[in-house]
């Protein structure tokens, strides 16, 4: 049973890892409350990555269909494009809520998540 | 019913377009021997493509159990990196059949096929 | 005369805005004390940008000699590429000074400094 | 004394490479009338990079002057768009010229011309 399974079913606490990155300690009662990332986004960006997850799906399809490679290119273009604002939304949720808690926290936790954040930004960039 | 499916279930030819966006006329006996711009590395890119699709679907998860942004971001990424692979494949089959033939033939269909190539290579450098 | 050549004849303290968007109040004295995103990166920054420079000067005369398309397209990509990571120094910075501050602080200067610092990676990412 | 600038003091006939990679034999008379790939745009082609040239040269200035990070980092971004959109012209204009000749002769200029657009295509995209 995962972290989260047991956190269901019982009010004891446990120890999970949120969307910051922060080991945070929650009950079934206080589950939801912890820093996520990108908590407030979370429907969001599971509707645009399902919708690009069936993007995908149809490229297949039309590479099955042989169809014509500038329209399966097309979409390829598409697809990559959703990809990257679905990351740009992460991203602008992880600054404002990890990144910004960490730089409010300062010391080690904030030069970690500084560094990390501006890697992520960077394969992202070079992707 | 499709004419890639008539073509499945008789022997009269069917007109078709090919992956190289010619019109082609083919039989349930020639079926796949048209001009293919990707052809030889269909099988390829349909099976880079899958592992697409299963890595999306592997984001949503993460996103689903609540997993730290910079992790999902860096298999956003990675798919992101993925699908250029597959346009570049995709593109360098194109240029090779399609636009080679085309070139070949000269007059218009030389001109179109050149701009289409010159448009997708825009859409891709740009997605 | 500009503010920074002001002071740079006058002790007389002006009001100056840093590069981390902050109006900061510095002397001749002070200067260069104020709160700098890419202070200490300054002399590697402009270092980098000198060498694109140079590198686009010598595309130009690469296509003033009628050099060959695809070498002029692969000095293209180089510069680019040297364009990203100079971007990609000076946002790590800012990142690591002017938005580690403003979130310190809190309020209203850290939600329109992480907005500035999103739109800025949005912009880059879709360069 | 470079070849092409032989031809500017002789009349004799100079072997060049030409903008679209094939060695042509040029004199001072037909200087110019080789198969050049970016030949109709050069002019274009050239202003452009003389005008990403000065952006880079403002962005050091930028730099030099302390101004604001987010600033910098606009104008980086927007002479990294501008360094692509010249690339994608050089680009079609190599597709229409030397790949399109080199296709229409066949054979293994052909197969040569069209590996090395794709890898220009390539280093263009991850750029």
């Known amino acids: 049973m995962r972290a989260s399974e047991a956190a269901a079913y019982s009010d004891a606490p446990v120890r999970v890892v ?5 080991e945070i300690v929650e009950s079934a009662r206080t589950k939801g409350d912890g820093m996520h990332g990108y908590g407030d986004d979370k429907a969001k960006v599971l509707a ?3 919708r690009i997850e069936g993007q995908v799906r149809a490229i297949e399809q039309m590479v099955e269909g042989d169809r014509y490679c500038i329209d399966v290119l097309t979409q390829i273009s598409a697809s990559t494009s959703a990809l990257k604002s679905v990351a ?3 991203l602008d949720d992880h600054l404002n ?3 910004r808690q960490a730089a ?3 010391g080690e936790v904030a030069d970690e998540k500084l560094a990390e954040a501006s890697g ?7 992707s």
Chains 1, 2, 3, 4 share one sequence.
Not at 18 to 22: Q, S
Not at 120 to 126: D, F, M, P, S
């Open 48 to 50: 645009r990555l399902r």
């Open 104 to 106: 409010a926290d300062g």
């Open 18 to 22: 949120g969307t910051c990155g922060y």
């Open 120 to 126: 992520a930004i960077a394969r992202l960039v070079r």
């Open 88 to 90: 740009l939304l992460l």
């Open 97 to 99: 809520h990890c990144v």
